[in-house]
């Protein structure tokens, strides 16, 4: 009930500013705890629960990774129960826990997502997974197939198909900005792309449409964040406008200094680089102010048993 009225403000919110905003579905059904509903005990590995039946307590299976967080937890706040297909239980808890001063340093990265690469960032290091456009077009294909034979089977098997779409990008985008972060130095800072409204401000071709609103760039530059912060690496989003058009060396912009979607050439001072490489350089030049945050929400996730 929760989550549904958190869609729908989301919702009723871009209408009221006259934006474009699909009918919000949830592909499982959670419930949402507080912190009267359940405790969690960390050196137990028990939680316990309100249910219709009374108050139930489990013992729950922690993945490793999440002890590190534990360990340094400050607080714990809501929390979801989420039921898989095999009919385990997952307790997704949020909790609180100190994030890593930022240093001070001057050094800024820029980093330009896109389709072709995933990342490139102003330090000449190319983030890329080959299998991600080939499968796309694959499940994309298979996608239309089924779709045209509008079958009971047919729909079946397109819920599947989205599920497995999405596990693909998740996985992706937790590798690709694990290895960006991991590439740079504590106190550095990152600029990235404000993707605030990118649909309705990006002009493409229909096929450039379909890969670029079905890759989930925000969520890429969420597991950056988190990530980073964790690290001590400052975040800054800043405009994007004219980046992938002006020089990074004497800020000229034409959009025939883009000569293909991989090279970029100025027509005034003769600057030539990889087009990716030269919309990380602005943006990087943006972002020379980073900001950073006190503290940090982060995900617990703990099968229930």
């Not at 350089?281 to 940090?296: E, F, I, K, Y």
Request: glycine share 4%.
């Amino acid at each position: 009930m929760i989550q549904a009225t958190e869609s729908l403000k989301s919702v009723f919110k871009r209408l009221q500013q006259k934006k474009h905003a699909s009918c919000p579905q949830l592909g499982r059904n959670a419930i949402r705890y507080d912190a009267r509903s359940y405790h969690f005990w960390p050196e137990r590995r028990e939680a316990s629960i309100a249910t219709s039946a009374g108050r139930l307590r489990f013992h729950v299976a922690v993945p490793p990774y999440f002890d590190q967080h534990l360990d340094a937890m400050l607080s714990m706040d809501s929390a979801d129960l989420i039921q898989q297909d095999n009919g385990s239980f997952w307790l997704h808890i949020t909790i609180t826990v100190p994030d890593h001063a930022p240093a001070d340093s001057s050094a800024v990265v820029g980093v330009d997502v896109g389709i072709s690469r995933i990342a490139v960032t102003s330090h000449n290091q190319f983030f890329d997974d080959k299998r991600v456009k080939e499968h796309a077009r694959k499940l994309f294909r298979l996608r239309r197939s089924l779709q045209a034979k509008g079958t009971r089977s047919a729909r079946k098997h397109l819920r599947k198909l989205r599920q497995r779409e999405n596990r693909f990008r998740r996985d992706v985008n937790h590798r690709i900005s694990k290895q960006l972060v991991a590439s740079l130095p504590e106190g550095s800072a990152i600029a990235m792309e404000n993707l605030t409204d990118i649909r309705e401000r990006v002009q493409a071709r229909r096929k450039q449409r379909r890969e670029l609103h079905n890759w989930p760039f925000a969520q890429f530059q969420q597991f950056v964040t988190y990530k980073a912060e964790s690290r001590g690496i400052r975040i800054q989003f800043v405009d994007a406008r004219y980046s992938s058009q002006a020089c990074s060396r004497c800020g000229h912009i034409a959009r025939s200094n883009r000569l293909s979607q991989s090279w970029f050439k100025c027509h005034k001072c003769g600057y030539q680089s990889n087009a990716d490489r030269n919309a990380a350089l602005n943006l990087a030049h943006r972002g020379m102010s980073a900001v950073g945050g006190p503290t940090v929400k982060r995900p617990i996730v703990a099968l229930l048993r």
